[in-house]
Protein backbone atom coordinates (compact mmCIF):
# COMPACT_ATOMS: atom_id res chain seq x y z
CA UNK A 1 0.00 0.00 0.00
CA UNK A 2 2.40 2.22 0.53
CA UNK A 3 4.24 1.84 -2.25
CA UNK A 4 1.60 2.29 -4.07
CA UNK A 5 -0.09 5.83 -2.63
CA UNK A 6 2.30 7.55 -0.41
CA UNK A 7 0.05 10.24 -0.39
CA UNK A 8 -2.33 7.30 1.88
CA UNK A 9 0.48 7.47 4.42
CA UNK A 10 0.64 10.65 4.64
CA UNK A 11 -3.12 11.78 4.52
CA UNK A 12 -3.36 8.93 7.68
CA UNK A 13 -0.67 10.43 9.72
CA UNK A 14 -2.22 13.93 9.10
CA UNK A 15 -5.34 12.63 10.78
CA UNK A 16 -4.06 10.61 13.59
CA UNK A 17 -2.16 14.41 14.26
CA UNK A 18 -5.86 16.15 14.07
CA UNK A 19 -7.12 13.42 16.56
CA UNK A 20 -4.66 13.65 19.06
CA UNK A 21 -4.85 17.68 18.47
CA UNK A 22 -8.90 16.96 19.68
CA UNK A 23 -7.94 14.36 22.78
CA UNK A 24 -9.33 16.76 25.60
CA UNK A 25 -6.72 18.40 28.17
CA UNK A 26 -6.10 17.06 31.39
CA UNK A 27 -5.77 19.26 34.00
CA UNK A 28 -4.54 17.98 37.75
CA UNK A 29 -5.97 18.90 40.26
CA UNK A 30 -3.61 18.14 43.96
CA UNK A 31 -5.46 17.33 47.09
CA UNK A 32 -3.29 18.21 50.31
CA UNK A 33 -4.88 17.17 53.36
CA UNK A 34 -4.35 15.88 57.01
CA UNK A 35 -5.90 12.57 55.96
CA UNK A 36 -4.91 10.52 58.87
CA UNK A 37 -4.29 11.75 62.98
CA UNK A 38 -6.79 13.73 64.92
CA UNK A 39 -7.75 15.98 62.44
CA UNK A 40 -8.82 13.06 60.15
CA UNK A 41 -12.46 13.84 59.45
CA UNK A 42 -12.19 17.07 58.26
CA UNK A 43 -9.94 16.08 55.43
CA UNK A 44 -11.39 12.75 54.76
CA UNK A 45 -14.89 14.43 54.12
CA UNK A 46 -13.41 16.96 51.75
CA UNK A 47 -11.37 14.61 49.53
CA UNK A 48 -15.00 12.32 49.58
CA UNK A 49 -15.92 15.85 47.88
CA UNK A 50 -13.32 16.40 45.27
CA UNK A 51 -13.04 12.81 44.03
CA UNK A 52 -17.07 12.69 43.59
CA UNK A 53 -16.92 15.82 41.75
CA UNK A 54 -13.40 15.15 39.65
CA UNK A 55 -15.57 12.46 38.54
CA UNK A 56 -18.53 14.18 37.97
CA UNK A 57 -17.01 16.92 35.73
CA UNK A 58 -15.07 14.15 33.94
CA UNK A 59 -18.36 12.33 33.10
CA UNK A 60 -20.36 15.42 31.70
CA UNK A 61 -17.52 15.74 28.43
CA UNK A 62 -16.88 19.56 29.84
CA UNK A 63 -13.72 19.61 26.77
CA UNK A 64 -11.14 18.89 29.34
CA UNK A 65 -10.57 15.94 31.62
CA UNK A 66 -9.41 16.68 35.59
CA UNK A 67 -6.97 14.24 36.77
CA UNK A 68 -6.65 14.28 41.45
CA UNK A 69 -3.50 13.06 42.73
CA UNK A 70 -4.38 12.52 46.73
CA UNK A 71 -1.61 13.67 49.41
CA UNK A 72 -1.57 13.37 52.80
CA UNK A 73 0.16 15.72 55.18
CA UNK A 74 -0.38 14.22 58.42
CA UNK A 75 -1.85 16.87 60.24
CA UNK A 76 2.00 18.43 60.00
CA UNK A 77 2.80 22.26 58.45
CA UNK A 78 6.32 21.00 57.56
CA UNK A 79 4.92 18.10 55.53
CA UNK A 80 1.87 20.27 54.14
CA UNK A 81 5.03 23.09 53.18
CA UNK A 82 6.91 19.93 51.45
CA UNK A 83 3.80 18.79 49.47
CA UNK A 84 3.20 22.04 48.61
CA UNK A 85 6.70 22.88 47.34
CA UNK A 86 6.54 18.98 45.65
CA UNK A 87 3.29 19.86 43.49
CA UNK A 88 4.20 23.27 42.68
CA UNK A 89 8.01 23.24 41.68
CA UNK A 90 7.72 20.07 39.60
CA UNK A 91 4.96 21.38 38.19
CA UNK A 92 3.21 18.36 38.90
CA UNK A 93 -0.62 20.00 39.54
CA UNK A 94 -2.36 22.60 37.92
CA UNK A 95 -4.27 23.95 40.66
CA UNK A 96 -4.23 22.52 44.88
CA UNK A 97 -7.40 22.27 46.92
CA UNK A 98 -6.47 21.95 50.67
CA UNK A 99 -4.76 23.12 53.58
CA UNK A 100 -7.52 23.04 55.67
CA UNK A 101 -6.81 24.21 58.51
CA UNK A 102 -4.99 27.31 59.60
CA UNK A 103 -2.06 25.78 60.65
CA UNK A 104 -1.18 24.08 57.70
CA UNK A 105 -2.26 26.73 55.23
CA UNK A 106 -0.26 29.60 56.81
CA UNK A 107 2.89 26.96 56.33
CA UNK A 108 1.92 26.13 52.72
CA UNK A 109 1.11 29.53 51.19
CA UNK A 110 4.48 30.69 52.06
CA UNK A 111 5.72 27.94 50.55
CA UNK A 112 3.58 28.00 47.66
CA UNK A 113 3.91 31.86 47.05
CA UNK A 114 7.58 31.27 45.83
CA UNK A 115 5.22 29.72 42.18
CA UNK A 116 2.81 31.86 42.43
CA UNK A 117 1.32 30.24 38.83
CA UNK A 118 -0.32 27.87 40.70
CA UNK A 119 -3.48 28.56 42.33
CA UNK A 120 -4.81 27.45 45.95
CA UNK A 121 -8.35 26.37 47.00
CA UNK A 122 -9.31 26.49 50.82
CA UNK A 123 -12.72 24.73 50.97
CA UNK A 124 -12.50 25.28 54.74
CA UNK A 125 -11.11 27.92 55.77
CA UNK A 126 -12.99 31.31 56.65
CA UNK A 127 -10.71 33.48 58.72
CA UNK A 128 -8.82 36.16 57.58
CA UNK A 129 -5.55 34.92 55.24
CA UNK A 130 -2.30 36.74 56.01
CA UNK A 131 -0.58 39.13 53.15
CA UNK A 132 0.21 35.90 50.41
CA UNK A 133 1.59 36.08 46.47
CA UNK A 134 -1.02 33.20 45.76
CA UNK A 135 -4.70 33.37 44.00
CA UNK A 136 -5.87 32.55 46.82
CA UNK A 137 -9.99 31.15 46.97
CA UNK A 138 -12.52 30.65 49.58
CA UNK A 139 -15.94 29.45 49.89
CA UNK A 140 -17.06 30.47 53.18
CA UNK A 141 -17.67 33.73 54.81
CA UNK A 142 -15.78 35.09 57.80
CA UNK A 143 -15.49 33.06 60.67
CA UNK A 144 -16.10 36.25 62.53
CA UNK A 145 -19.59 35.61 61.28
CA UNK A 146 -20.12 32.57 63.31
CA UNK A 147 -19.00 33.92 66.18
CA UNK A 148 -21.44 37.02 65.62
CA UNK A 149 -24.44 35.16 64.74
CA UNK A 150 -23.98 32.53 68.28
CA UNK A 151 -23.45 35.29 70.39
CA UNK A 152 -26.81 36.86 69.08
CA UNK A 153 -28.68 33.78 69.92
CA UNK A 154 -26.77 33.31 73.18
CA UNK A 155 -27.84 36.42 74.39
CA UNK A 156 -31.49 35.64 73.03
CA UNK A 157 -31.07 32.69 74.90
CA UNK A 158 -31.11 34.60 78.28
CA UNK A 159 -27.59 34.34 78.61
CA UNK A 160 -25.61 37.11 79.84
CA UNK A 161 -21.95 35.45 80.82
CA UNK A 162 -19.95 33.18 78.60
CA UNK A 163 -16.51 31.21 78.53
CA UNK A 164 -14.99 30.50 75.46
CA UNK A 165 -12.61 27.87 74.45
CA UNK A 166 -10.31 28.02 70.82
CA UNK A 167 -7.98 25.40 69.68
CA UNK A 168 -4.34 27.15 69.65
CA UNK A 169 -3.79 24.87 66.45
CA UNK A 170 -6.19 26.36 64.42
CA UNK A 171 -5.69 29.39 65.72
CA UNK A 172 -6.43 31.55 62.51
CA UNK A 173 -9.80 30.37 62.64
CA UNK A 174 -10.46 29.64 66.19
CA UNK A 175 -9.42 33.48 67.75
CA UNK A 176 -11.55 34.87 64.76
CA UNK A 177 -14.36 32.81 66.11
CA UNK A 178 -14.17 33.87 69.67
CA UNK A 179 -13.30 37.39 68.68
CA UNK A 180 -16.50 37.73 66.71
CA UNK A 181 -18.09 36.52 69.40
CA UNK A 182 -16.92 38.32 72.28
CA UNK A 183 -16.98 41.49 70.22
CA UNK A 184 -20.56 41.43 69.55
CA UNK A 185 -21.95 39.83 72.83
CA UNK A 186 -20.47 43.21 74.32
CA UNK A 187 -22.12 45.01 72.05
CA UNK A 188 -25.13 43.61 73.37
CA UNK A 189 -24.81 43.21 76.84
CA UNK A 190 -23.38 40.38 78.14
CA UNK A 191 -19.77 40.04 79.13
CA UNK A 192 -17.01 36.95 78.25
CA UNK A 193 -15.31 36.23 81.65
CA UNK A 194 -13.00 33.24 80.46
CA UNK A 195 -10.54 32.64 77.26
CA UNK A 196 -9.12 29.37 76.94
CA UNK A 197 -6.80 27.94 74.42
CA UNK A 198 -6.49 24.76 74.18
CA UNK A 199 -3.84 22.48 71.97
CA UNK A 200 -4.53 18.49 70.81
CA UNK A 201 -6.93 17.30 72.78
CA UNK A 202 -7.39 14.05 74.79
CA UNK A 203 -8.90 12.91 77.47
CA UNK A 204 -6.21 14.40 80.13
CA UNK A 205 -6.10 17.56 78.74
CA UNK A 206 -9.85 17.77 78.56
CA UNK A 207 -10.15 17.05 82.21
CA UNK A 208 -7.54 20.06 83.39
CA UNK A 209 -9.73 22.28 80.67
CA UNK A 210 -13.05 21.17 82.56
CA UNK A 211 -11.77 21.59 85.81
CA UNK A 212 -10.92 25.52 85.00
CA UNK A 213 -14.80 25.46 83.39
CA UNK A 214 -15.62 24.35 86.57
CA UNK A 215 -14.66 27.27 88.57
CA UNK A 216 -15.67 29.37 86.16
CA UNK A 217 -18.90 31.50 86.86
CA UNK A 218 -20.42 31.96 83.65
CA UNK A 219 -23.57 30.78 81.75
CA UNK A 220 -22.59 29.43 79.11
CA UNK A 221 -19.77 27.64 76.80
CA UNK A 222 -18.65 28.89 73.30
CA UNK A 223 -16.34 26.41 71.82
CA UNK A 224 -14.58 27.13 68.72
CA UNK A 225 -13.24 23.24 68.52
CA UNK A 226 -13.44 20.33 65.99
CA UNK A 227 -16.44 17.96 66.10
CA UNK A 228 -14.09 15.07 67.93
CA UNK A 229 -12.76 17.64 70.74
CA UNK A 230 -16.33 18.79 71.11
CA UNK A 231 -17.37 15.89 71.82
CA UNK A 232 -14.92 14.59 74.23
CA UNK A 233 -15.51 17.74 75.81
CA UNK A 234 -19.01 17.65 76.11
CA UNK A 235 -18.93 13.72 77.63
CA UNK A 236 -16.59 14.83 80.32
CA UNK A 237 -18.66 18.67 81.11
CA UNK A 238 -21.99 17.12 81.04
CA UNK A 239 -21.42 13.30 82.09
CA UNK A 240 -19.10 13.17 84.10
CA UNK A 241 -19.80 16.44 86.05
CA UNK A 242 -23.49 17.23 85.45
CA UNK A 243 -23.17 20.68 84.04
CA UNK A 244 -25.58 21.21 82.14
CA UNK A 245 -25.29 25.34 80.79
CA UNK A 246 -25.65 25.48 77.40
CA UNK A 247 -23.03 25.33 74.92
CA UNK A 248 -22.74 27.49 71.55
CA UNK A 249 -20.27 25.76 68.61
CA UNK A 250 -18.53 26.93 65.37
CA UNK A 251 -19.06 25.61 62.29
CA UNK A 252 -15.32 23.42 62.74
CA UNK A 253 -17.42 21.54 65.03
CA UNK A 254 -20.70 20.57 62.38
CA UNK A 255 -19.02 17.30 61.90
CA UNK A 256 -20.78 13.53 62.17
CA UNK A 257 -18.07 13.22 65.02
CA UNK A 258 -19.39 15.63 67.02
CA UNK A 259 -22.71 13.58 67.34
CA UNK A 260 -20.88 10.16 67.32
CA UNK A 261 -17.93 11.20 69.87
CA UNK A 262 -20.48 13.43 71.99
CA UNK A 263 -23.80 11.34 71.80
CA UNK A 264 -26.31 12.18 74.40
CA UNK A 265 -23.61 14.42 75.84
CA UNK A 266 -24.11 16.04 72.54
CA UNK A 267 -28.05 16.76 72.66
CA UNK A 268 -29.15 20.72 72.75
CA UNK A 269 -25.48 22.07 71.62
CA UNK A 270 -26.33 25.02 68.58
CA UNK A 271 -23.65 25.75 66.07
CA UNK A 272 -23.21 27.90 63.26
CA UNK A 273 -22.67 26.76 59.16
CA UNK A 274 -22.89 27.09 56.38
CA UNK A 275 -23.43 23.94 54.79
CA UNK A 276 -27.41 22.64 55.74
CA UNK A 277 -27.99 19.00 55.82
CA UNK A 278 -31.03 19.07 54.88
CA UNK A 279 -31.40 22.17 52.29
CA UNK A 280 -34.47 21.43 49.59
CA UNK A 281 -32.50 22.48 46.50
CA UNK A 282 -32.43 20.32 43.62
CA UNK A 283 -28.32 20.08 42.92
CA UNK A 284 -27.58 19.62 46.42
CA UNK A 285 -30.17 16.53 46.79
CA UNK A 286 -28.78 15.01 43.80
CA UNK A 287 -25.42 15.49 45.42
CA UNK A 288 -26.91 13.93 48.01
CA UNK A 289 -27.74 11.27 46.43
CA UNK A 290 -24.53 10.69 44.48
CA UNK A 291 -22.71 10.62 47.42
CA UNK A 292 -25.04 8.18 49.50
CA UNK A 293 -24.36 5.67 46.44
CA UNK A 294 -20.41 6.27 46.68
CA UNK A 295 -19.30 6.40 50.14
CA UNK A 296 -22.50 4.71 52.18
CA UNK A 297 -23.14 7.83 54.04
CA UNK A 298 -24.41 11.01 54.91
CA UNK A 299 -21.89 14.15 52.95
CA UNK A 300 -20.21 16.53 55.91
CA UNK A 301 -20.12 19.67 55.56
CA UNK A 302 -16.37 19.26 54.19
CA UNK A 303 -17.47 17.05 51.80
CA UNK A 304 -20.07 19.35 50.52
CA UNK A 305 -17.35 22.36 50.56
CA UNK A 306 -15.10 19.94 48.97
CA UNK A 307 -17.31 19.08 45.19
CA UNK A 308 -18.00 22.61 45.63
CA UNK A 309 -14.32 23.75 45.21
CA UNK A 310 -14.19 21.46 42.27
CA UNK A 311 -17.31 23.46 40.93
CA UNK A 312 -15.00 26.40 41.19
CA UNK A 313 -12.18 24.73 39.14
CA UNK A 314 -14.59 24.48 36.41
CA UNK A 315 -15.84 27.72 36.65
CA UNK A 316 -12.37 28.95 36.70
CA UNK A 317 -11.59 26.67 32.99
CA UNK A 318 -14.39 27.95 31.67
CA UNK A 319 -13.19 31.49 31.62
CA UNK A 320 -9.71 30.79 30.70
CA UNK A 321 -7.80 26.80 30.38
CA UNK A 322 -4.42 29.54 31.56
CA UNK A 323 -5.58 28.83 34.69
CA UNK A 324 -3.17 30.23 37.24
CA UNK A 325 -2.00 33.07 34.65
CA UNK A 326 -5.64 34.79 33.72
CA UNK A 327 -6.59 36.39 37.16
CA UNK A 328 -10.52 36.63 37.59
CA UNK A 329 -11.78 40.09 39.15
CA UNK A 330 -15.09 38.43 40.14
CA UNK A 331 -16.47 34.96 40.32
CA UNK A 332 -20.02 34.10 40.77
CA UNK A 333 -21.34 30.69 40.72
CA UNK A 334 -23.82 28.43 41.17
CA UNK A 335 -22.60 26.32 44.64
CA UNK A 336 -25.07 23.11 46.03
CA UNK A 337 -26.95 25.38 48.30
CA UNK A 338 -27.11 28.57 46.50
CA UNK A 339 -25.16 31.56 45.18
CA UNK A 340 -21.29 31.69 45.93
CA UNK A 341 -19.67 34.88 44.66
CA UNK A 342 -15.80 35.54 45.68
CA UNK A 343 -13.77 38.74 44.99
CA UNK A 344 -10.15 39.64 44.85
CA UNK A 345 -8.99 40.37 48.32
CA UNK A 346 -12.44 40.48 49.39
CA UNK A 347 -14.66 38.01 51.87
CA UNK A 348 -16.98 34.99 49.92
CA UNK A 349 -20.71 36.05 50.27
CA UNK A 350 -22.12 33.37 51.93
CA UNK A 351 -25.15 32.81 54.31
CA UNK A 352 -24.35 31.44 58.36
CA UNK A 353 -26.90 29.11 59.50
CA UNK A 354 -28.00 27.96 63.10
CA UNK A 355 -28.73 24.21 63.83
CA UNK A 356 -29.11 22.63 67.15
CA UNK A 357 -28.83 19.26 67.83
CA UNK A 358 -31.64 17.51 68.40
CA UNK A 359 -32.13 13.00 68.54
CA UNK A 360 -28.86 12.90 67.26
CA UNK A 361 -28.96 15.19 64.04
CA UNK A 362 -28.43 18.58 63.07
CA UNK A 363 -31.91 20.16 63.34
CA UNK A 364 -32.40 24.15 61.85
CA UNK A 365 -33.48 26.29 64.25
Given amino acids: ?33 SLTGVRADLAVAVR ?39 LAAAGRADIIIGFLTSGMLQAALHTAGQHPGIPVISPTISGRVPDHQVLFFQLIGAARQQGQQLAEQAFADGVRSAAVVRDSGNLMYTAEVAQGFS ?77 TQGGRAAEGIILSSAVDPDYPGDAYREFQAAFRERYNTEPAFGAVLGYEAVLLVDQLLHRSTRIGRDVPETIEFSGLQGRIRWEPGGEVQRDYFLFRVSEGRFARL
Fill in 183 to 259: ERFAQLGGHTVLVLSQGEFDFSASRRLVKYLQESDHDALVAALSGVDLGVLAQELRLQHGDERPVYAGMWAFTPELL
Fill in 48 to 86: DGVQLGTDHINQADRGYRLQLQILDDGYSATAAAALATE
Fill in 1 to 33: MSARNPGGLLSAAVLLLLLAGCAPQTHTIGFIG
